[in-house]
């Protein structure tokens, strides 16, 4: 059993074909026309894009806010999991960790994307200089940077530790360069007992420590709108409203993510349909609940009828953005709700053509939080409207070509599946009792 | 060094031949076990559970709320921006990094726990067999004195391991 599963999640990083490389090709040709696109914009400025008074802020900021979203697939899904010792999640949690590591690496580069002169991007990290630039602790995009570097370093850890052992499995099976780069990364990992309680007591407690942050990003995320006293923005629902639309788009990737990888790896035997089927449950209680924010957002402002927030309100029920909206709503609520809830409908497709829609929907959702706002401000001769130019659109597309691209690459050096959280899952249940023996009485000094 | 150690196809067989040593009289620290999964549900891999991790993500935490405090609110007193009559030092949102570098440091120290009592990163210790990646669990004594030695050997043998090897 531990020979087979070895074999079939280690064949990816042993066995390495033609598609591979084609695919890594075509990825990392649009990931280049995408930093082509950015090099022009650089080149030059902001004329190029769509970005005008007074919308400056609208599909960079987007993608960013999306990514963001996109990262809570992984890292929180699996330490809920882990917490509540869910079994069916050990084919999934590393699949999910990966999307959150890369997610946010992609997302954090938007706001460096957006800056024109992206070289002072320093000037965001806050430390004190005598240029008169201050570190502003009160400016929400500072709190952004300790956010998420926070999580992305977390994250990265959470996803690294349990990589150690199958790092160790790999080492043992390669020769020449690639065993002494994995003897490197498994660190001479041996596999006693204590080495891996103490992995296990870890990642226990990271998981605890990083839910609170996976929370606390997204709602900083949503400070940098909802501090501002702007139409619409100005809202106290816009934490937890951000939250849930990020676990929503987040487990809706994850599932577009396993379907790619059951069907390009051959992982039929581990990604089953029971693991579609349950995280499909959880995008359908992710729909309803996205729904009723959207609900108490839009009914609070059209019950408020103050008049500046309802003319960003009726932009988006029938104005300009209206096709936009009732498309999110189509993509986030109506399509999924009964592909989801009907028994009958349930099975991997259906599970993937919903999240397709949940992740378009969202990518919509955040458009529709950014644009309208800006473009219905408080006084009307400050209206205006925003279209993306090529350069947005090259550099959104790349976004995902990128996230493909280090996905596909990812997959070469590691297994991607955790080999020994399923081997784990395999054990008889409780097979002697584990005692811990009266003659173990260890020194305090031992205890470490 | 010298070993002497024991390859076995299944946790039951490995299960026996620790018994099996701890019946000639060798403590279980003394017997070195490793496998390429936790084996907690059986009695030989569930020793060494204490641990005060825990306790030091606790502290690191709390370092990492000192950190932030300090930083904020010096910086702030060092450089301080025109507030118009507002407080200089805003701990309401100074909480926020506060908070983040908090679980920040409560990470960092589970981690540098991890690695120091895992004794990692390090380099692979001469007791070790590549087939305990195939599977295998590995029961072995480092270091036995030579009276010891035949009593290991047979308890190991005896226990059905698939190879008994001695180092050094």
Redesign the interface.
Same mark, same amino acid.
């Given at each position: 059993m531990a020979d087979r599963l070895a074999s079939d999640l280690l064949r990816p990083v042993f066995q390495t074909t033609g598609k591979f490389y084609a695919l890594v090709a075509v990825l990392g040709g649009i990931v280049l026309c995408g930093a082509a696109a950015w090099g022009y914009q650089l080149y030059y400025g902001f004329g190029v894009t769509g970005y005008n008074w007074p919308v400056y802020w609208a599909l960079h900021e987007t993608n960013f806010v999306f990514w963001i979203g996109i990262s809570h697939a992984g890292t929180l899904i699996s330490a809920i999991l882990r917490l509540v010792n869910a079994t069916w999640r050990r084919p999934v949690t590393r699949c999910a960790e990966i999307i959150t590591a890369f997610a946010l690496m992609i997302g954090a580069m938007f706001p460096i994307i957006h800056l024109g002169r992206p070289w002072l991007a320093f000037f965001l990290i806050p430390y004190p200089s005598e240029r008169g630039i201050w570190p502003n602790y009160r400016s929400p995009l500072v709190w952004d940077f300790f956010a998420i570097n926070t999580y992305l370093l977390s994250s990265l850890l959470f996803l690294a530790l349990p990589m150690i052992p199958d790092f160790a499995l790999i080492r043992d099976r390669a020769a020449g360069l690639r065993k002494k780069v994995y003897s490197l990364l498994s660190m001479g990992w041996q596999g006693t007992p204590k080495q891996w309680h103490r992995l296990e007591s870890a990642m226990h407690i990271m998981a605890l420590a990083i839910l609170p942050i996976a929370v606390s990003v997204h709602t900083i995320v949503s400070f940098d709108f909802s501090m501002a006293v702007v139409p619409m923005w100005h809202s106290t629902i816009f934490g937890p409203y951000f939250v849930a639309g990020a676990i929503f788009s987040g487990i809706a990737a994850l599932i577009v993510v396993m379907a790619l990888l059951r069907k390009a790896l051959h992982l039929e035997a581990y990604l089953l349909p029971l693991h579609f089927e349950n995280l499909g449950k959880l995008l359908l209680l992710m729909s309803l609940l996205w729904g009723y924010f959207v609900f108490n957002e839009r009914l609070t402002v059209w019950y408020g009828n103050s008049p500046h927030e309802m003319n960003v309100f009726w932009s988006t029920q029938t104005g300009d953005f209206a096709p936009f909206f009732w498309t999110m709503v189509l993509c986030n609520f109506v399509i999924p709700f009964p592909l989801l809830a009907i028994k009958k409908l349930r099975s991997i497709s259906t599970a993937v053509i919903a999240s397709c829609c949940v992740v378009a929907g969202m990518w919509l959702e955040r458009f529709l939080i950014i644009v309208p706002s800006l473009a219905r401000k408080s006084t009307s001769y400050s209206w205006g409207t925003y279209t993306p130019e090529w350069t947005e659109i090259i550099i959104m597309v790349a976004s995902f070509a990128a996230m493909a691209l280090l996905y596909v690459l990812v997959s070469k050096l590691v297994p991607i599946i955790s080999i020994w959280e399923l081997k784990v899952g395999e054990h008889p249940k409780s097979k002697v009792p584990a005692v811990v023996r009266e003659e173990e009485t260890t020194a305090a000094g031992e205890l470490l | 060094m010298n070993a002497i150690y024991g390859l076995y196809n299944t #946790?039951?067989a490995a +299960?026996r031949a620790f018994d099996g040593l701890r019946a000639q009289g060798l /403590? %279980?620290?003394g017997i070195?076990?490793?496998?390429? $999964? #936790? &084996?907690? $549900?059986? $009695?030989?891999?569930?020793?060494?559970? $204490? %641990?005060?991790? /825990?306790w030091i993500?606790v502290i690191g935490g709390g370092l990492g709320l000192t950190v932030a405090y300090l930083l %904020?609110a010096i910086? +702030?007193e060092?450089?301080p921006?025109n507030t118009g009559g507002m407080p200089i030092v *805003?701990n309401w *949102? @100074?909480i926020?990094?506060m908070?983040?570098?908090t679980?920040?440091g409560?990470?960092l120290a %589970?981690?540098f *726990?991890?690695f120091?009592?895992?004794?990692? #990163?390090?380099?692979? /210790?001469q &007791?070790?067999d /590549?087939a305990?990646? @195939?599977?295998r669990i590995l029961i072995g004594v480092a270091n036995p004195q030579d009276s010891q030695l035949d009593g290991i050997e047979r308890v190991l043998v005896s226990t059905n391991a698939e190879i008994v090897r001695k180092l050094g």
């Amino acid at each position: 059993m531990a020979d087979r599963l070895a074999s079939d999640l280690l064949r990816p990083v042993f066995q390495t074909t033609g598609k591979f490389y084609a695919l890594v090709a075509v990825l990392g040709g649009i990931v280049l026309c995408g930093a082509a696109a950015w090099g022009y914009q650089l080149y030059y400025g902001f004329g190029v894009t769509g970005y005008n008074w007074p919308v400056y802020w609208a599909l960079h900021e987007t993608n960013f806010v999306f990514w963001i979203g996109i990262s809570h697939a992984g890292t929180l899904i699996s330490a809920i999991l882990r917490l509540v010792n869910a079994t069916w999640r050990r084919p999934v949690t590393r699949c999910a960790e990966i999307i959150t590591a890369f997610a946010l690496m992609i997302g954090a580069m938007f706001p460096i994307i957006h800056l024109g002169r992206p070289w002072l991007a320093f000037f965001l990290i806050p430390y004190p200089s005598e240029r008169g630039i201050w570190p502003n602790y009160r400016s929400p995009l500072v709190w952004d940077f300790f956010a998420i570097n926070t999580y992305l370093l977390s994250s990265l850890l959470f996803l690294a530790l349990p990589m150690i052992p199958d790092f160790a499995l790999i080492r043992d099976r390669a020769a020449g360069l690639r065993k002494k780069v994995y003897s490197l990364l498994s660190m001479g990992w041996q596999g006693t007992p204590k080495q891996w309680h103490r992995l296990e007591s870890a990642m226990h407690i990271m998981a605890l420590a990083i839910l609170p942050i996976a929370v606390s990003v997204h709602t900083i995320v949503s400070f940098d709108f909802s501090m501002a006293v702007v139409p619409m923005w100005h809202s106290t629902i816009f934490g937890p409203y951000f939250v849930a639309g990020a676990i929503f788009s987040g487990i809706a990737a994850l599932i577009v993510v396993m379907a790619l990888l059951r069907k390009a790896l051959h992982l039929e035997a581990y990604l089953l349909p029971l693991h579609f089927e349950n995280l499909g449950k959880l995008l359908l209680l992710m729909s309803l609940l996205w729904g009723y924010f959207v609900f108490n957002e839009r009914l609070t402002v059209w019950y408020g009828n103050s008049p500046h927030e309802m003319n960003v309100f009726w932009s988006t029920q029938t104005g300009d953005f209206a096709p936009f909206f009732w498309t999110m709503v189509l993509c986030n609520f109506v399509i999924p709700f009964p592909l989801l809830a009907i028994k009958k409908l349930r099975s991997i497709s259906t599970a993937v053509i919903a999240s397709c829609c949940v992740v378009a929907g969202m990518w919509l959702e955040r458009f529709l939080i950014i644009v309208p706002s800006l473009a219905r401000k408080s006084t009307s001769y400050s209206w205006g409207t925003y279209t993306p130019e090529w350069t947005e659109i090259i550099i959104m597309v790349a976004s995902f070509a990128a996230m493909a691209l280090l996905y596909v690459l990812v997959s070469k050096l590691v297994p991607i599946i955790s080999i020994w959280e399923l081997k784990v899952g395999e054990h008889p249940k409780s097979k002697v009792p584990a005692v811990v023996r009266e003659e173990e009485t260890t020194a305090a000094g031992e205890l470490l | 060094m010298n070993a002497i150690y024991g390859l076995y196809n299944t #946790p039951d067989a490995a +299960q026996r031949a620790f018994d099996g040593l701890r019946a000639q009289g060798l /403590p %279980t620290r003394g017997i070195s076990i490793m496998s390429s $999964e #936790p &084996l907690e $549900e059986w $009695e030989f891999a569930s020793h060494d559970h $204490e %641990t005060v991790m /825990p306790w030091i993500a606790v502290i690191g935490g709390g370092l990492g709320l000192t950190v932030a405090y300090l930083l %904020t609110a010096i910086t +702030q007193e060092v450089w301080p921006i025109n507030t118009g009559g507002m407080p200089i030092v *805003t701990n309401w *949102t @100074n909480i926020i990094v506060m908070f983040e570098l908090t679980m920040l440091g409560a990470v960092l120290a %589970t981690v540098f *726990t991890l690695f120091m009592t895992a004794r990692l #990163p390090r380099k692979l /210790p001469q &007791l070790y067999d /590549p087939a305990i990646s @195939n599977g295998r669990i590995l029961i072995g004594v480092a270091n036995p004195q030579d009276s010891q030695l035949d009593g290991i050997e047979r308890v190991l043998v005896s226990t059905n391991a698939e190879i008994v090897r001695k180092l050094g």
